[in-house]
């Protein structure tokens, strides 16, 4: 009888040990989704935000979006686009599941953020672009927060620093493209280096980055002032000297 105790002991402990990291790793759904407009049409580049998380992301072409490592339980949803109402739902994820949400928005008149909301913004852009703030406040390189790109009003991404000391913009095959001033030594067109969400971007173009969807800029001139996270790994005279554009894409919320 002992003996047959024990082996059940054993099972039953066995059953638990297993069970513990199944549980454990079934903390996480996926939410998937589709925005529309009044008329049933999926509206594009609507973002959805997991309130009180840095989780979000943008609807595609046909409206849908899909928000993976999502946690279990209550959230609140939000989902927002200049000229619709903003709005938020309530969902309970459950574990392991793929839950699914289906939100229609009503166009509206686009409205400026009061005060509250833009000081929520920047709490939480310094909040997740604290290395953006920091290189900012050393003052090597040039630096555009989203209140100094709305304020200039720009139809599109060479506009925003147009008017940057050493930065030229030109029309090269009837595209426009950013130069930074040449250093002695470096001869023929020389593009800056591309950096989007700290990835380096090859052959990217302004025209490639709206204005609406970018957060901050920093411009830098040369290989004295280029941080090293966003310098080449393999530096020539050429790629030390021709710059880099880093931008941050649009925050939640923001």
């Known amino acids: 009888m002992g003996k047959l105790w024990m082996r059940r002991a054993a099972r039953v402990a066995v059953m638990f040990a297993i069970g513990v990291p199944l549980v454990a790793q079934a903390q996480t759904t996926t939410l998937v989704g589709l925005i529309r407009d009044s008329t049933g049409h999926g509206i594009p580049g609507v973002e959805v935000w997991l309130r009180g998380s840095d989780l979000f992301t943008h609807t595609n072409d ?16 939000s989902v927002r686009r200049m000229g619709f109402e903003q709005t938020t739902v309530d969902l309970n994820l459950r574990a392991g599941q793929t839950d699914s949400l289906i939100v229609a928005l009503s166009a509206i008149a686009a409205t400026l953020p009061g005060v509250l909301v833009e000081d929520e913004a920047m709490t939480r852009s310094k ?39 050493g930065i030229s913009v030109l029309n ?23 950096w989007v969400d700290g990835m380096r971007v090859e052959n990217a173009s302004p025209d490639e980055f709206p204005p609406q969807d970018v957060e901050a800029i920093e411009l830098y001139a040369g290989s004295a002032t280029i941080p090293p996270q966003f310098a080449p790994r393999i530096q020539t005279i050429r790629t030390q000297t021709c710059g880099a554009v880093v931008i941050w894409t649009r925050l939640p919320g923001t």
């Open 62 to 77: 046909a409206g849908g979006f899909r928000i993976p490592n999502s946690p279990v339980g209550a959230v609140k949803v």
């Open 127 to 165: 909040r997740l672009l604290a290395g953006f703030w920091e290189r900012r406040s050393r003052g090597f390189g040039h630096f555009y927060t989203r209140a100094q790109i709305e304020e200039r009003e720009a139809h599109d991404f060479a506009d925003i620093v147009r008017m940057t000391p």
């Open 172 to 194: 090269v095959n009837g595209r426009k493209v950013i130069r930074f001033s040449r250093s002695p030594g470096i001869r023929g067109d020389c593009p800056p280096q591309y």
